[in-house]
């Protein structure tokens, strides 16, 4: 039982390139959550998905895709990366608690 | 005004002491509570999970909700260096599903 796992662990993208977070979770939960994680800033929500093939927009959307592929996956795409996206990254799954993965940490220069 | 409240830190305490962390929060339709413990470069953990006021026990580690003050508490008794981390409070409303809002974390170091 791995929980939430994400992959990469860490990333360099530079600006204007495109790039894909992977999150899986084997607890059979229903929501899935993708945060960014900044100094002073606590986590704030990106995207969640509260069932396979629903997805709605957190507090800070702009810049980001989410796909939920399927119970298990929910994927979180950079189309064109900015500075302003270096940040860490943390997929949550939840049945009453979220639970969360081990973070992407991405920088973009 | 942020919903919810939470002193950044750094906290330095001695290893033994008996270490309180808190939130406020300005939304009284939040009636579950939780607290996340974090270590440095990990994901935030689950510690703690309370529904409306009162206190839960859970070891050395003691939540606390006080609804009509809109204020909860993490209370850390005999702390260990293996507690430095940052605790991030959380809560949610009945209303919104799982979706959590969060503190923005408080910063523990327990001097050995």
């Known amino acids: 039982n791995a929980g939430v796992t994400q992959t990469p662990k860490f990333q360099v993208l530079k600006t204007g390139q495109s790039m894909t977070l992977q999150c899986a979770q084997d607890?059979?939960?229903?929501?899935m959550y993708w945060y960014r994680q900044d100094p002073g800033m606590g986590l704030r929500l990106i995207y969640y998905?509260?069932?396979?093939?629903?997805?709605d927009k957190g507090e800070v959307p702009n810049g980001y895709n989410v796909s939920r592929l399927n119970k298990r996956e929910f994927s979180l795409r950079l189309e064109s990366a900015a500075p302003s996206q270096t940040s860490v990254y943390f997929c949550?799954?939840?049945?009453?608690?979220?639970?969360f993965g081990p973070g992407t940490r991405l920088t973009v220069t | 005004q942020k919903e919810v409240e939470q002193d950044p830190g750094p906290l330095s305490v001695p290893e033994g002491a008996i270490v309180s962390l808190n939130c406020t929060y300005s939304n009284s339709a939040f009636q579950y509570f939780m607290w996340y413990r974090q270590y440095s470069r990990k994901g935030p953990e689950l510690l703690m999970y309370t529904y409306s006021s009162g206190n839960k026990e859970d070891g050395r580690f003691t939540a606390q909700v006080d609804k009509s003050s809109k204020y909860i508490s993490l209370f850390i008794r005999d702390s260990q260096p293996s507690d430095s981390a940052t605790y991030l409070c959380?809560?949610?409303?009945?209303?919104?599903?799982?979706?959590?809002?969060f503190g923005t974390g408080t910063r523990l170091a327990v001097r050995p």
């Open positions: 949550a799954s939840s049945e009453m608690s979220q639970y």
């Open positions: 998905s509260a069932s396979e093939g629903t997805t």
């Open positions: 959380a809560m949610r409303r009945e209303s919104s599903g799982d979706k959590l809002t």
């Open positions: 607890m059979n939960h229903n929501s």
